[in-house]
C-alpha cells in the first residue's frame, strides 16, 4: 500500500520525515541539493564567463586564477562545468518532465480502456524499445540540427516507453481493486476514475523509474555532446569531454577528470535518490 | 409484517425476469436465471443463498457494475419507470450514488487508501451537487459522518482509511453512500468482515437510517441472523434462481422449500441447537438446466424433478415457492 505516497504530496513537515526515514534517500538528496544550488547561482560561483575564449591562455594547469584549468582556446573549466550542472539539471528535469506525462497519458488510456487503443500503444511501445534508443537520438539530432531544445525534446520523446510499461502494469491492477468499483457504484465518470482513483496510486512504482529517467536523460546529453553532437552555445559536461579527446594528448588531464567528476556524483545521487524513493513508497519490494 | 409492501404502493424499484450470464472461456454460465424481485419504500429485502447462488451478481447487475465477463442477457430492471439497464453511462452515473447506492463487503479495501476520509467524502458530495461550495460540503461531510455515530467527525476528516478500524471505515462506507439521499441502498454483505460486536452496531445503525430516511435497503446476504433482525421481505436463491419469497416472520416459522429448511437448519447446527445433525455438503450443478436445480441436495426428490422445472407458485399469505412438493 503507498502509505508514503501522499505524506510525500501533502507538505513540506512531511516530505522531511520522509527524507528522515531512509538514509540513503537523504544522502542523495543532500548531494542533489548542493548541484541544484550550484546550478542556480552559477553566475555567483563560476570566476569566468564559461564561453569566453582566450587563446594566450590555452590549456593552462589548475592554478589559483584557473580553478580546474583551461582547455586549448582558453575556455575556463572551472566555470564551464558550473555552469554546465545548470545545462544537466535542465535536461533532466524537462526531458523527464516531457517522458512523464507522455509515459501517465498512454499508460492510463492504455491500462484502463484496454482493447484496441492497448493494442495500438503497446505496438508502438515494442517498436520504440525495439530500436536502439541511443542511436535513434544521434540520428534524430542529426536529422532536426544540434540545437539545446532539440536535443532536450528529442532525448524527453524517446525516454516515455519503459514508464509507459510500469504505469500501464500498475493500472492494470489498481482497475480491478475494489475501491475502483466502490467510487463507480457512487456515480465517478471514468475521467474520474482514471485521474482520481487509479493515477494516484499508480504513482508511487513510477516516481522512481521517473528519476531514473533523469539520470539517464543527463547521461544521453552528455553522450550525445560527446560525440560532438552537442549545443556548441551551451556549455555541457560532454562537450569539454569532446574537447578532452584532444586536450589530453597535450597532458590537458583537467580538461577530462573534472566533467568526468561532476557528471558521475550527479547521475550517483539521482539513483541513490530513485532508490531510496522506492525503499520508501514501496516498502514491500525492500531487500 | 407481510403488508410492508402494500402500505408503500408502487415497488421502488421492480426487477423483471433478470437473466446475467458469465463467459468463462468457451463456457456460458448463468449466474442470475430469470430473477424477479420487487422492493418498496422504506422496506428491507434480504438476497439470502449459498455462496454461488448469484445474489452478489444480482446486486452488481442492477446498477450496471459487472466486470467485463458477465453480460445482461434478458430482463428490466424498473427504478422510477426508467430501465436501467437500458440507461447510457452517462445517465446511469447520476442515478449511482445519488439515487441508488451500494455498500460492500470489507470497507477497508473499498476506500482510495490515499485519500482522507474527508476528501472522498466531499468529493462524492460534490460529484452530486456541483452548485455547493467547499465549505457547504464539508458541514455536509460532517453532518454524515455524525449521522453513521462517528465519534469526533471533524478528526475523523482527516484520517486515512488505514488509520480507522473496519468498523469506522464501514460507517464512512455508509456516510458516502448516503452522501446525497439515495433512495436504495444496495448493502453486499456489509457485515462479513466485521468482527461481531461492530456487526451489532453496524446493523443497529443501518436499521436506524432506514427509519429516519425511509430509505430502501437491497440486502445481499447468507447470514440468516442478519436477515431475522433487518430484513422485511426475504428472496431466497439457489443456483440463479429465486425458490422462495416469503415475509421474514412467517419465512423463518414457516420454510416452505426444502432449501430454506436446509438453510434454517445448518444455522441450528452450526449454533449447536441439533447436535445430532450434519451440515450438508454443497455440490456444484451448474450445467443442470432441465428440471428443479435443488433435486440433487433435495431429501424430497420426486421423479418429476428431474425431468420439469418447477415454476414459482403463489401459496397463501403472499409467500411464493418455487418447488413441486406445493404445486
Keep these: 500500500m503507498p502509505v508514503e505516497l501522499y505524506a510525500l504530496s501533502s507538505n513540506f513537515k512531511t516530505v522531511l520525515g520522509v527524507l528522515r526515514s531512509d538514509k540513503n534517500l537523504l544522502a542523495g538528496a543532500l548531494m542533489l541539493l548542493v548541484f541544484v544550488l550550484v546550478a542556480v547561482f552559477a553566475n555567483l560561483i563560476a570566476t569566468y564567463h564559461p564561453l569566453q575564449t582566450g587563446l594566450t591562455r590555452g590549456l593552462h594547469p589548475p592554478s589559483r586564477g584557473f580553478l580546474m584549468g583551461t582547455d586549448q582556446i582558453g575556455r575556463d573549466v572551472f566555470s564551464w562545468v558550473i555552469y554546465g ?20 497519458a498512454v499508460g492510463l488510456v492504455s491500462g484502463y480502456f484496454g482493447g484496441k487503443a492497448d493494442l495500438v500503444l503497446m505496438r ?23 540545437t ?11 525516454s516515455w516507453p519503459t514508464l509507459a510499461r510500469i504505469v500501464r502494469a500498475e493500472v492494470l491492477s489498481l482497475r480491478e481493486r475494489e475501491f475502483v468499483l466502490a467510487a463507480r457504484a457512487l456515480g465517478a465518470s471514468s475521467r474520474d476514475l482514471i485521474l ?3 493515477l494516484p496510486n499508480a504513482l508511487p512504482p513510477v516516481i522512481p523509474a521517473a528519476a531514473l529517467t533523469a539520470s539517464n536523460a543527463i547521461l544521453a546529453e552528455a553522450a550525445l555532446s560527446f560525440l560532438g553532437l552537442g549545443d556548441p552555445r551551451v556549455p555541457s559536461w560532454g562537450t569539454m569531454l569532446w574537447i578532452a579527446r584532444q586536450a589530453i594528448f597535450a597532458g590537458g588531464w583537467w580538461t577530462l577528470v573534472f566533467p568526468s567528476i561532476f557528471i558521475v556524483l550527479v547521475i550517483l545521487s539521482i539513483n541513490i535518490i530513485a532508490d531510496g524513493l522506492n525503499n520508501v513508497l514501496n516498502p514491500r519490494e525492500r531487500t | 409484517m407481510n403488508d410492508s409492501r402494500r402500505e408503500n404502493g408502487d415497488p421502488v424499484l421492480s426487477i423483471r425476469d433478470l437473466v446475467v450470464s458469465y463467459r468463462v472461456g468457451r463456457r456460458r454460465i448463468v449466474a442470475v436465471d430469470g430473477v424477479s424481485i420487487d422492493v418498496y419504500r422504506n422496506e428491507c429485502v434480504a438476497i439470502v443463498g449459498e455462496s454461488g447462488s448469484g445474489k452478489s451478481t444480482l446486486s452488481l447487475a442492477i446498477m450496471r457494475l ?5 453480460a445482461i442477457e434478458r430482463g428490466v430492471v424498473l427504478f422510477k419507470g426508467r430501465n436501467l439497464l437500458e440507461l447510457s453511462e452517462k445517465e446511469l452515473q447520476k442515478i449511482r450514488g445519488r439515487e441508488i447506492s451500494m455498500v460492500f463487503q470489507d470497507p477497508t479495501s473499498y476506500l482510495n487508501p490515499v485519500y482522507k476520509i474527508g476528501d472522498q467524502l466531499v468529493e462524492t458530495i460534490l460529484t452530486h451537487n456541483s452548485d455547493m461550495s467547499g465549505n457547504e460540503a464539508r458541514a455536509r461531510a460532517i453532518e454524515l459522518l455524525k449521522s453513521v455515530g462517528i465519534p469526533s467527525p471533524e478528526r475523523a476528516l482527516t484520517y486515512y482509511p488505514h488509520q480507522l478500524s473496519g468498523g469506522m471505515n464501514q460507517r464512512v462506507s455508509i456516510a458516502l453512500a448516503l452522501a446525497t439521499n439515495p433512495s436504495i441502498l444496495i448493502a453486499d454483505e456489509p457485515t462479513s468482515a466485521l468482527d461481531l460486536t461492530i456487526q451489532a452496531q453496524i446493523l ?8 429516519r430516511l425511509s430509505l430502501s435497503i437491497i440486502l445481499i446476504t447468507h447470514d440468516l441472523g442478519l436477515v431475522a433482525y433487518l430484513a422485511d421481505r426475504v428472496y431466497v436463491m439457489y443456483s440463479g434462481k429465486v425458490m422462495e419469497e416469503d415475509a421474514v416472520g412467517s419465512m423463518f416459522s414457516n420454510p416452505k422449500h426444502p432449501y430454506t429448511q436446509l438453510l434454517l437448519n445448518s444455522v441450528r447446527i452450526i449454533y449447536g441447537l441439533d447436535t445430532s ?3 450438508e455438503r454443497t455440490e456444484g450443478h451448474l450445467t443442470d438446466t432441465k428440471g428443479c436445480r435443488f433435486r440433487h441436495r433435495c431429501p424430497y426428490a420426486l421423479s418429476r424433478c428431474e425431468s420439469q422445472e418447477p415454476p414459482l407458485v403463489p401459496l397463501n399469505s403472499g409467500k411464493v415457492v418455487r418447488c413441486w412438493l406445493y404445486g
Aim: aromatic share 6%; net charge positive.
Design chain 2, 277 to 279: 445433525a450434519r451440515v
Design chain 1, 85 to 104: 550542472t545548470r545545462t544537466a539539471l535542465v535536461v533532466g528535469v524537462t526531458a523527464t518532465a516531457i517522458s512523464f506525462v507522455i509515459a501517465l
Design chain 2, 66 to 70: 459487472l466486470p467485463p465477463s458477465a
Design chain 2, 204 to 211: 443497529r445503525l443501518l436499521k436506524d437510517l432506514m427509519r
Design chain 1, 196 to 198: 482520481k482513483e487509479i
Design chain 1, 124 to 146: 508502438i511501445v515494442d517498436i520504440l524499445l525495439s530500436i536502439p534508443q541511443f542511436i535513434f537520438m544521434i540520428v534524430m539530432v542529426m536529422l532536426y540540427g544540434s
Design chain 1, 148 to 158: 539545446f531544445t532539440n536535443i532536450v525534446l528529442i532525448i524527453g520523446l524517446l
